[in-house]
């Protein structure tokens, strides 16, 4: 077993033995998905395409696992939607640059969103316009 893997599936274990201890319910397919995902880094990503395959789910069912690993695991899987090493998909992100790169694409969304969201206030609304900011990652974090 490769050190990669065995750091990856340190922290799957970490996260699942924290998660019984606040008695929360271990989903097995969430645990075999984060299993799965922990084999591949960005430079072979496994696809959504594969997930689904492998784990008999549709796209929804699967992107709404991916995002309870990040949200309820707190595991640091990443995604790709550009090629930039070649492939698009998911992986778990074990060195700080693996997740900077995820992050980087990550924040993108958001980021466009709320520039198109103030945008359309200067335009439409200017009163209102100069009334908007943005949330502080600890103000984002405190709503959760």
């Keep these: 077993m490769n050190e990669r893997l065995t750091n990856a599936q340190i922290i799957i274990e970490q996260e699942r033995r924290r998660l019984l201890d606040l008695d929360t319910v271990v989903d097995p397919v969430e645990f075999a998905v984060a299993v799965h995902i922990a084999r591949h880094s960005p430079v072979e ?6 997930l689904c395959h492998e784990f008999n789910l549709d796209e929804r069912a699967a992107k709404n696992i991916v995002r309870t690993l990040r949200t309820v695991w707190l595991l640091p899987i990443g995604s790709s939607r550009s090629s930039t090493f070649g492939r698009t998909g998911y ?3 074990i060195e700080l640059e693996e997740f900077k790169f995820f992050l980087r694409q990550f924040l993108r969304q958001p980021l466009d969103e ?15 316009a100069g ?14």
Excluded: G, I
Excluded at 45 to 50: F, G, M
Excluded at 117 to 122: C, F, H, M, S, V
């Design 45 to 50: 990503p496994v696809s959504l395409r594969t």
């Design 131 to 144: 009334q908007l900011s943005l949330p502080t990652f600890k103000e984002v974090a405190d709503a959760q």
């Design 91 to 93: 992986f778990f992100c």
């Design 114 to 128: 709320l520039a198109t969201a103030r945008n359309l206030a200067a335009r439409h609304y200017p009163e209102f």
